[in-house]
């Protein structure tokens, strides 16, 4: 199993305080190698009487390049998204980023293109707000 992101904790905790009962830390997906999504979590959606599933990778972009973080990320993503789609169809993905991420590299064009073209769903997050910003493509 890897390590835990750096910023594991505070979306963790953020999806807590919103009223998501984290199921999975981490979530284990049944595939050769094993592979690990950050999070598994799920809430009662009142209205409905479903529960919503979603598994969430953290990655934090505090390496040098914005860039190679992102192009690694979209992979793992990709990756993740279709061995959901065999195991747990009803989950839906998403990737946390911090907001400074949101603002510089996925506000640029190479950013914008890879949320539209391989349908990214983010959690974007703040350390000196409680509140995610849900953004689904």
Known sequence: MSRKDTYHDVVKYALIREGWIISHDPYL????PKLYI????????AAEKNRAKIAVEVKSFIADSQVTELQ?????????QELLKIQEPDR???LAIPIDAFENI????VGKLAIE???LKLIVFSFSEEELQWIVS
Do not use: N
Not at 29 to 32: G, L, N, V, Y
Not at 38 to 45: C, E, K, S, V, W
Not at 72 to 80: A, D, K, L, N
């Open 72 to 80: 690694r990320s979209v992979g793992q993503y990709g990756i993740y």
């Open 106 to 109: 996925f506000s640029r064009q």
């Open 117 to 119: 073209k391989f349908k």
């Open 29 to 32: 997906i049944q595939s050769d």
């Open 92 to 94: 839906e993905l998403y």
């Open 38 to 45: 950050d999070l598994g979590a799920q809430r009662t959606i």
